[in-house]
């Protein structure tokens, strides 16, 4: 008896504090404003200029470019990444970590262009790891014309090293 007295007083605490904040709220009316304040303001190229003087988002001639600090290490990994493949390095190593040796022969042969295109990359604003190992998987099918599982692999292999380099 005494257990089910108590099971019931706090079934009906716990109903009455649910519900009646809800009563609370829906009895308080809010007085409509009569006076609204609009603020309209002119902006020029001008105060963009002196905006991007503050924020560091690149403004040219009204033009706004987005630039992450993300999108800027991955430019200076590719550009590393390229200078690497250059002239040699431990990440050629990890570019060719788990390729095959038609693959690796292709690589070779074709670094100086693979290294050219990763520094045409690295210009792309806001640049993504994805992002290059696309354009480097389109740029090894259609220009170099390597068959697509070695361009994948290239592509690939290039992804994980500059995801070593970055994380």
Do not use: H
Request: aromatic content about 8%; hydrophobic content about 45%; overall charge positive.
């Amino acid at each position: 008896m005494n257990k089910k007295l108590v099971i019931g007083s706090l079934v009906t605490t716990l109903i009455f504090t649910c519900i009646s904040p809800t009563f609370a709220a829906s009895s308080q009316r809010v007085a409509p404003s009569s006076s609204a304040v609009y603020v309209v303001q002119e902006i020029s190229i001008k105060d963009l200029n002196n905006v991007n003087k503050q924020t560091s988002t690149p403004v040219k001639n009204g033009e706004v470019k987005a630039e992450g600090i993300r999108g800027q290490l991955v430019q200076q990994a590719t550009r590393l990444l390229a200078i690497t493949i250059r002239k040699g390095g431990e990440e050629v190593s990890w570019i060719l970590k788990y390729v095959d040796a038609d693959t690796a022969k292709a690589f070779y042969k074709y670094s100086e262009r693979i290294a050219s295109q990763l520094d045409v990359i690295a210009g792309i604003p806001d640049l993504t790891v994805s992002i290059v190992k696309e354009k480097i998987f389109y740029f090894c099918l259609n220009t170099l014309k390597l068959d697509g599982g070695i361009s994948l692999q290239i592509a690939d292999g290039i992804a994980r090293a500059l995801n070593l380099l970055l994380f």
